[in-house]
């Protein structure tokens, strides 16, 4: 059945639920209640959430947004605290100690910091030892929780509290950290990257794949985040189709090894579309820094024409 | 008809653990506990127990899995030591707070730094204050008991406090020792099943668990979670009649050894007991009166029963196998000299850490400090009550 934003969120309440604090125009709410709603609507649901924006803001003692099972622990451990729920699943269901019918499913939600930094060892570590899991990283680009402090997910040259654009180094000196293709890495059933545009279809059906997919599944949602990135909130949905556009933010799947693009735009934008409406970026803009947005476009190119190598690669008879 | 075997400490808990059979085991491997998840991946592979092992990349994860296995409703098992512990830590203060009852064996190891594999106390006391009920272990059927012992202790519903069963590290868990096993059936109507009130995994009651608790809430939970450890205290008390009346054998929250009568006597926990009751035997053939008190439940501290049970010595010696580094003493003593304090017992009491580093404490050296303690009595006075056992000096051979 081909997907139908009014038909999903007319027959499926949300599994994330308003009155949560997260700020206005920031792009993980959205998201976040569009993969709750890529679950069956009889499945029951386990989400861990890693500490950050999201667990701070939805989670505040006694009130919670979230009607299915939820768990936060700590920072790094998302990916060990699902991995014990799931095996806890596993081994009360062989005993006989859960009800028989129905199903659970375990989803695990991370931003960035979470989950490229300091939680990707135990990410890697659920991911390798194969529990029946989905893992979804939320990348803001930053540790926007704690006031805008770069992370390995965040782009080069971009301006955050601890690579400030200085007089000498003008921005985050490296670029950022591929996680996808870590995940790709560990040969996982299905791990793909999308972002919430065009009625968040590639969204909607990525979160279904991942979620009904056996085994271990990785997500990487780029969600923008108005205060780190430094654009008005009415533009949120603007700026992610601009990613994609400009090919910043590559839509794609790898099942089982295969790539396969899910969105390649009619006419790639250049990047400066992206990075001009985003205060983060502003200094790229001033004379004499043109050096700056050359090397960005090197970046975003090489790695999309990598990206576009791999799928050819990988679907060769 | 219990069971005469030979093992070792860590056999006895993987042995203890096979008869709970416990829904998840989550470990990583670290010297000396490492042969606890040894022996029970092979149980597990072996078609012997339910559990599933999840074989995590490190100890933070090890907590971490098993925080979740236990709030998804399951029975959650894990064992480590040291460095092991140093790098739960995080999680451990965790597990405590979600109140889940999470049965940990800590094989006690000295912690970095420098690395040393060998036996103290100082992972232990690194989580002295962290709302885990500790227990310790004289020898290998201690460890075996207190493991049969800790769930129901750990999931009554007056407690629901996660619980660690400590044994000496290598001095306990790698000697193999006589020891006397319950039949499996009696264990399994010991332990009995586990039924939390809520947990994640029923679908009927979804619930939320580890929220941003702020100023208004945090308070208040965590005097929740110290009158539960208050409340542990008799909870321990009760199961160990229980175990009585199964094992015959006899367990209280401390062991006093010829206390009675004593004059002097020493205060101290795990396998150095055993070293002090030989001393103390050799002792009372000369006539000296002295005693023990091993330390048995170290939290809940039991204040007004250590103090009461110690009152009528002339002189104490407090033996600390970590030392605090704070130029007060070790923290066994500080609860202690705490406890006599506010009772109003007042006992010359002197404190001294030994053992660091796995540095053998010979029957010599115990009875070196009884008797230091009858030269206290003969003077009345302490001179340095901060002392150290076997510590190598400056120009000693």
Known sequence: MAYNLKEVVSTKPARFTSGHRMCAGCGAPPVVRHIMRALKPEDHAVVGVATGCLEVSSFIYPYTSWTDSYIHTAFECTGATISGVEAAYVSMKKQGKLPKDGETKFIAFG????????????????????????????????????????????????????????????????????????????????????????????????????????????????????????????????????????????????????YHITYKPAKKLPIEEFLRPQKRFKHMFKPGNEWMIQEFQRIVDERWDELLKLEEVTNRD | MSIRERLSGNEATATAMKQINPDVVAAFPITPSTEIPQYFSTFVDNGLVDTEFVAVESEHSAMSACIGAEAAGARAMTATSANGLSLMWEMIYIASSLRLPIVLSLVNRAVSGPLNIHNDHS????????????????????????????????????????????????????????????EDDKVKEFVGEYHPEHYLLNKKEPIAVGPLDLQSYLFEHKAAQAEAMKNAKQVILDVAKDFEKMTGRKYGLFEEYKLDDAEIAIVCMNSTAGTTKFVVDKLRNQGIKAGLLKVRVFRPFPVDEIANSLSHLKAIAILDKADSLNAAGGALFADVTSAMYVNNKNVPAVNYVYGIGGRDTKSDDIEKVYNDLLEIVKTGKVENPYRYLGLRREGDK
């Open chain 1, 111 to 258: 931003g960035d910091g979470g989950t490229y930094d300091i939680g990707l060892q135990s990410l890697s570590g659920a991911m390798e030892r194969h529990h029946d899991m989905v893992y979804v990283c939320y990348d803001n680009g930053a540790y926007m929780n704690t006031g805008i402090q770069r992370s390995s997910a965040t782009p080069k040259f971009a301006d955050t509290t601890t690579s400030p654009a200085g007089t000498v180094i003008p921005g985050k000196a490296q670029e950022r950290k591929d996680l996808t293709k870590v995940m790709v890495g560990h040969h996982l059933p299905y791990v793909a990257q999308t972002l919430a545009m065009n009625n968040f279809a590639d969204l909607y059906q990525k979160a279904e794949k991942a979620i009904y997919t056996e085994g271990p599944c990785f997500l990487n949602v780029m969600a923008p985040c108005p205060r780190g990135w430094g654009y008005p909130t009415e533009d949120l949905m603007k700026i992610n189709k601009l990613a994609a556009d400009t090919c910043y933010w590559p839509l794609y799947e790898v099942v089982n090894g295969v």
């Open chain 2, 123 to 182: 992972d232990a006391m690194g989580v002295r204050d962290a709302g885990w009920i500790m227990l310790f272990s004289e020898n290998n059927q201690e460890a075996y008991d207190n493991t049969l012992m800790a769930h129901r202790i750990a999931e009554n519903k007056d407690v629901m406090l996660p619980l660690m069963v400590c044994q000496d590290g290598f001095i306990t868990s790698h000697s193999i020792e006589n020891i006397e096993l319950v």
